[in-house]
């Protein structure tokens, strides 16, 4: 028997560089589209009226999820106390923002600064700060009825969790039932051996799967094997999010980690369209045949 299939969201950097209230009509079109649900970035907090949000996204019918990647000097990895404080601070702030907005899911780079660098490895004691963080982090989480979701990203990107393993294992430390995994195809096709096994093997955890390209284009037109994320995403069972990103104007907050320097897409409408279209193609019949 057939199961229910995926949930898809796209991420409001598709169209806008800097979120704000004069983005709120994009809550319409993104539904016009077709998709089920907008991510909407808390990188820059300020700019972020939830309330407002929520009431849109009520309107028109449309799921809200919240993504952030950790700016500089608010690290839950870091060895300075007063910058583990600052993460911490950052990311209940994020937490709150997301119940406001009527969002249940806060996903993204949540352990470390995105773009941090440092003279070694990471250990083992790497781990365990961001872990302890995160766990407070979680356990508040819970009062406001939000998951977390950790993203592994690529080695340019964070030193610390770079591959599905190594979030499974970052979680394991958390020890939080509402903390979970959120993978990206972009960064697992950098990072990754294969995208069958990291995807059939992070399902039981999954919050939100980012169905990015190889070079962050159009879906279907990289190198980023889908057959085999669909297959892996059907076997596992999983029908909750994924979602659409790519960058056509970058926000500052993003800049250096997205490193977006040419077009993309003829226009964002044409890259979720036809993104959307191949991906819907693609999962039918493996979803179809669970």
């Not at 979120?19 to 809550?27: F, K, R």
């Amino acid at each position: 028997m057939a199961v229910d299939g995926l949930r898809y969201a796209v991420h409001a950097y598709a169209w806008t560089s800097s979120w704000s209230n004069a983005d709120l009509p994009m809550l319409d079109h993104v539904k016009e589209l077709g998709l089920d649900a907008i991510e909407v970035p808390l990188m820059e907090p300020d700019a972020v009226d939830p309330a407002a949000i929520a009431a849109r996204a009520e309107a028109v019918g449309l799921d809200v999820l919240a993504s952030v990647a950790l700016p500089e000097g608010a690290d839950p990895a870091h060895e300075d106390e007063d910058i583990r404080r600052r993460g911490h601070e950052f990311l209940e702030r994020c937490v709150d923002l997301t119940a406001e907005m009527g969002a249940t899911v806060l996903t993204g780079v949540i352990y470390s600064a995105i773009g941090r660098r440092i003279e070694r490895r990471p250990d083992e004691a790497d781990y365990l700060r961001a872990a302890g963080v995160l766990a407070e982090v979680a356990r508040y989480a819970q009062t406001r009825g939000v998951t977390l979701g950790i993203e592994p990203v690529n080695r340019y990107e964070t030193f610390l969790v770079n591959t599905a393993e190594q979030g499974r294992r970052l979680i394991e430390l958390i020890g939080e039932e509402n903390v979970g995994i959120h993978l990206d195809a972009y960064h697992m096709n950098i990072e990754e051996d294969d995208f069958y096994e990291p995807t059939l093997l992070s399902t039981p955890q999954l919050v939100h799967f980012h169905m990015s390209e190889s070079h962050r284009g159009i879906p279907g037109k990289g190198t980023v094997d889908w057959d085999a994320v669909m297959r892996a995403l059907a076997a596992g069972g999983y029908t909750g999010f994924v979602g659409l990103e790519s960058f056509v104007d970058t926000a500052e907050a993003m800049k250096e980690a997205t490193c977006i320097w040419r077009e993309l897409a003829p226009s964002s409408d044409v890259l979720v369209s036809d993104g959307l279209a191949f991906l819907k193609r693609l999962e039918a019949p493996h979803y179809a045949a669970v």
